[in-house]
């Protein structure tokens, strides 16, 4: 997995989502210079500038290319709800990070006080990466370490960053797209069964397999067996507990997701066969320049690689509709489990966000409440333990649901923490 160079959106687009815990640029008065302790804002010129003292510059990015924004809308199906996404598209398809940037000299210290060690400087105009905001200060990235600035002197910038793969295998021309989707058969079990020796319940037990388990399928055998392979043999599973399933045999590249109503077109025909609701997922098996091969509910089709976006490797799926949470490592779910998100009052929103705090023993004295694991995702919004809780999933959260947070089970939220760091893409769809 790749990152593409940041490209920071125009002021215009991003006004009133700059603002959380700074003001915003437009607005904010400078500090009056007398009123600083200790000489925290520094004023020098060039000259005086120690040049053997590293100091690790972000480049600010590039603007976004106003043709390549226009080109986007023409390309799009002239329907009101792709004129209507438009704006929103472009902030909900890229992972968002933050940035500090300098409104004066000012140090860069070693910990949240005026007092501590002096590591460098931070020179009016260029920027880190934001890890935490401490109140009156904030924590950075600088030279590969945590720092500390402080806030009084620094502007918040919201930069995004594209996510792209490029290990996706590209189509061959000579090659038909079902060469991607080869298909294996398997069988798997749809509750505890033994595997025997033979096709009888006399003979010899060779091991017992669970509900979900699969093993290569061979072929039908007499008198309602499969006959399986196990441990590099024949083997045989009573078909009254089993089904004959197919995989893809070639391996998932990528999974992506729709940021607008998309079309999936059939592999033959390439006739439209339904349209994927807008933040679904998808498996991405191959591409050619304009289209993602994928799989999407069991069905394989076409995309246009222009309606998706990647969400990295690493990454946070909350299903609002199914009540549900998913962890992904490397594109592979470690952790699945029922949650109880915002009540229909209260609702947790939807959209692509990121991981931006991460904190241990949580208190919220308006709620009086007290959780051992959080991680705060949207201006507010957190996954959570909810020990006061016993039922999750279901319907509970449309009367019963949280103010926007999304609650996890006590004995759950111990494993997302230790796997979802700052800056881990969150999906949050219906």
């Known amino acids: 997995m790749k990152i593409r160079i940041p490209r920071r959106l125009t002021s215009l687009i991003l006004a ?19 009123n600083v302790e200790n000489d925290e804002v520094i004023e020098f010129t060039e000259d005086k500038v120690d040049n053997s003292q590293e100091l690790i510059i972000v480049e ?10 226009k080109n986007i809308e023409e390309n799009k199906e002239n329907t009101e709800e792709y004129q209507e996404e438009l704006t929103q598209e472009i902030l909900e398809n890229i992972e968002l990070s933050y940035y500090v940037t300098a409104k004066e000299n000012v140090n860069i210290r070693s910990k949240a006080n005026k007092g501590s060690e002096k590591l460098g400087m931070l020179f ?39 996510p792209t793969n490029e290990d996706i295998p590209v189509m061959d021309s000579d090659k038909d797209a079902h060469y991607y989707l080869r298909t294996i058969p398997f069988v798997e079990v749809t509750a505890k069964v033994n ?17 979900g388990d ?52 059939d592999i033959d025909s390439f006739k439209e066969i339904e349209k994927i609701p807008k933040r679904e997922l998808a498996e991405v098996y191959a591409e050619d320049d304009e289209y993602y091969l994928v799989k999407y509910n069991g069905t394989s089709g076409f995309v246009k690689k222009k309606h998706t976006q990647s969400l990295g490797d690493n990454y946070v799926v909350i299903d609002i509709s199914d009540q549900n949470l998913k962890v992904y490592v490397d594109d592979k779910v470690i952790i699945d489990t029922p949650i109880v ?10 959209g692509i966000f990121d991981v931006y705090k991460k904190e241990r023993n949580v208190y919220w004295p308006e709620f009086d409440v007290t959780v051992k694991y959080g991680l705060a995702f949207n201006r507010g919004e957190w996954m959570h333990d909810a020990s006061w809780r016993k039922k999750f999933g279901g ?3 449309h009367e019963d649901g949280s103010h926007g947070c999304v609650n996890i089970p006590k004995n759950v939220m111990p494993d997302v923490y230790e796997n979802v760091e700052i800056g881990t893409p969150v999906l949050v769809k219906k």
Request: net charge negative.
């Open 341 to 350: 998100s915002g009540k229909d009052s209260t609702p947790t929103y939807c």
């Open 395 to 397: 319907d509970i959260y």
């Open 60 to 69: 600010t990015p590039e603007p976004i290319d106003n043709e390549e924004v």
């Open 214 to 265: 699969k093993l290569p399928f061979i072929s039908d055998s007499i008198d309602d067996w499969y006959e399986v392979e196990y441990d590099g043999k024949k083997a045989y599973v009573y078909a009254e507990y089993a089904n004959v399933t197919y995989d893809i045999a070639t391996e998932v590249s990528d999974i992506v997701f729709m940021i607008s109503r998309t079309p999936l077109y």
């Open 195 to 211: 595997i025997r020796e033979e096709a009888n319940t006399e003979c010899n037990i060779l091991a017992q397999l669970s509900k």
């Open 124 to 162: 009016k105009g260029q920027s880190l990466k934001l890890i935490e905001d401490k109140g009156d200060w904030v924590k950075v990235e600088y030279d590969g370490k945590s720092a500390y600035i402080s806030k009084d002197y620094l502007e918040l910038v919201e930069s995004y960053y594209y």
């Open 16 to 34: 009133g989502t700059l603002c959380t815990g700074f003001a915003c640029a437009k607005d904010s008065e400078e500090k009056p210079k007398e």
